[in-house]
């Protein structure tokens, strides 16, 4: 009878556990459904949320379609609405009575035979800039005077009344400078323009071919990228010319700043000789007065941009882009663009002023001093973390290399670079990749040959055009000694010229090697200080230091690139190594 019990009360509990594991089992069953069943229904709600943002995308891409499809039936884009101010001045376009063929424009009331109301409403509109431009053009009169014919003013460029002039044209330069940012930003369409350097003959080129009417009269902004002076025959004269259209047309006219626009090297007499900005001014006006005007100049050069933006989408400097000097709290560079934009107003560069410190003297050093990396220099000398390395001129100078221009342009969403600074004899060459572009805007005094042509790149809103100076086009301001155009003029008139760069003994650019010039080192002692303003040199060193740079081998650029006298182009098979007997005929900064 026990036993009986014994096996009922185990069925009873074999069967109590049974039931109860099952409970456990339907328990965790309906709990996993119902977690399965929240899972469905949120993917449901995304789904359904997804749906409606594409259909609400779908029908903005529809009024997109709708919009460009009635644009594109009138063959006209969609431009925003635009006010325009209405000016109370025309233009009056006439020939000049010069020998050079020129036109002439001048400014001219309107409405001379209007009504008494549209004369009054007319006289209502001169504002305070137009009196401005009218008291800066009585300025500038005699500057663009000359330079429209400047063997009529050969007393004129030597006279205190021209050194004058510029005293008084730099004074205001200074404060329209100083009123940019380090960074211009420039909408397109837009002529971009590279070195210089004294060359009247092919800034005239410019000038009677680009803008034939005027700057005033020509659509678009002008963008000049530094090295104005030295090296040619009749730096003041550009330097004046330049400054004048700055002064007339501030919103115009960017003039950015290169490495010869620095005391270090615009001052170096003892290298450049005669072709020396410094030297100019000394032999123009006397040491006095060409002292001080050559202080004054570069008093507007240390106020000068470093940078340019074209469109938000061209990067345009002298040299190149500047190593990062900052970083985010993420790690990451910061934006470059704002490095130069935190560079002081007034900046020495070399020698550096004392309130520059060391990070923004580097950062303005790179961006006129620095060259895109040679082929031979990227395999072996650029750093390829960084894509930075030492440039061939030595002396500090930088190079910059793919992967520099890559991070650069990807960072501030930039397509291309636009720089100056190096020699080229087609004008205008193109580098890494098609993303920089070497623009060159003289021709002579830098021993590219005979067919050395002059260039500049019109952005023309989404195209970008090369205009070149053909080797063939005659000189129409500057004659050679032999030229019979100057054969009834005495010794002492020919020499007058030859001192303003208007004859020269040779042929173009024959022989524009710096062998006679001595290697001697700048003494900054040399260097004016302006009494007037209010900052001093640091009396430190700079990042580059311009008496250690040199330029790439004669007859080469830093692309590797030869020119011989017929312009005979060839790839260079690496680095050639320049011996010290050389340095003093191989110097171009």
């Known amino acids: 009878m026990s036993r009986s019990n014994s096996i009922s009360s185990q069925n009873k509990h ?118 401005r431009h009218e008291s800066n053009q009585q300025l500038v009169s005699r500057i663009l005077e000359m330079f429209k014919e400047p063997e009529s003013h050969v007393q004129y460029l030597t006279s205190m009344e021209f050194a004058k002039d510029l005293l008084k044209l730099t004074k205001k330069i200074k404060t329209v400078l100083e009123q940019e940012p380090r960074v211009a930003f420039v909408q397109s369409p837009a002529y971009v323009f590279g ?49 004048s259209m700055k002064l007339l047309f501030p919103h115009k006219v960017f003039l950015l700043r290169g490495n010869h626009e620095t005391r270090d090297v615009n001052g170096w007499e003892h290298h450049y000789g005669e072709r020396s900005f410094l030297h100019q001014c000394r032999t123009r006006f006397q040491d006095d007065m060409g002292f001080k ?7 507007a050069f240390d106020r000068m941009p470093l940078a340019a933006v074209i469109d938000q989408d061209i990067f345009c400097v002298h040299g190149g882009i500047p190593r990062p000097v900052t970083e985010n709290p993420d790690g990451s560079y910061g934006s470059r663009v704002q490095d130069i934009l935190n560079v002081p107003p007034i900046a ?30 990227e395999i072996h000398s650029v750093d390829p973390d960084s894509g930075f390395g030492d440039s061939l001129r ?12 890559s991070d650069f342009l990807e960072q501030h969403g930039f397509s291309y670079i636009m720089r100056a ?28 040959g005979s ?58 650019d024959e022989d524009d090697s710096d062998s006679e010039e001595s290697f001697e080192e700048f003494d900054e002692d040399d260097s004016l200080s302006d009494d007037d303003e209010s900052y001093s040199f640091s009396g430190r060193k700079s990042s580059v230091d311009p008496t250690h740079c040199i ?39």
């Open 14 to 131: 074999r069967r109590s556990l049974a039931i109860s594991n099952a409970s456990v089992v339907e328990a965790r069953t309906k709990s996993l459904i119902r977690e399965k069943d929240g899972h469905i229904n949120q993917l449901r709600n995304e789904v359904a949320a997804l749906t409606n943002k594409l259909a609400k995308q779908q029908k903005h891409y529809e009024h997109l379609l709708k919009k460009n499809s009635s644009s594109s039936s009138t063959s006209t884009q969609h431009t925003p609405k635009r006010k325009h101010k209405l000016s109370p001045f025309g233009n009056v376009v006439t020939n000049s009575n010069s020998s050079y063929g020129a036109i002439t424009n001048e400014r001219a009331r309107m409405g001379r035979n209007a009504s008494i109301a549209t004369a009054n409403e007319l006289q209502s509109l001169v504002s305070k800039d137009d009196h």
């Open 195 to 243: 070195d210089i350097h004294g060359n009247l003959e092919d800034l005239h080129f410019f000038s009677d071919n680009v803008w034939r009417l005027g700057m005033a009269l020509t659509a678009g902004n002008f963008v000049f990228l530094g090295d104005y002076v030295d090296r040619g025959m009749s730096c003041l004269e550009v330097v004046a010319y330049l400054f």
């Open 293 to 299: 005007v050559w202080n004054s100049v570069n008093d």
């Open 348 to 377: 020495g560069i070399n020698p550096p002023l004392e309130f520059e410190d060391e990070y923004q003297q580097q950062v303005a050093s790179d961006c006129i001093w620095s060259d895109p990396a040679s082929e031979e220099q």
């Open 394 to 405: 030595g002396g500090g100078a930088i190079c910059f290399g793919h992967k520099a221009v």
């Open 421 to 448: 600074h190096e020699a080229h004899a087609d004008g205008v060459a193109v580098s890494k990749g098609g993303k920089v572009f070497t623009i060159f805007s003289t021709s002579k005094d830098h021993n590219q």
């Open 451 to 508: 067919k050395a042509m002059a260039g500049c790149i019109l952005v023309d809103f989404e195209n970008l055009q090369v205009i070149n100076r053909s080797h063939a086009y005659k000189d129409v301001y500057v004659h050679r000694r032999d030229s019979v155009s100057i054969a009834k003029l005495s010794e002492q008139e020919i020499e007058d010229r030859r001192t303003l760069g208007l004859i020269t003994d040779h042929s173009h």
């Open 551 to 589: 330029s790439s081998p004669q007859g080469q650029n830093h692309m590797g690139i030869n020119f011989d006298s017929h312009v005979n182009r060839s790839r260079g098979n690496g680095l050639q190594q320049i011996t010290e007997e050389e340095d003093d005929e191989d110097m171009d900064l």
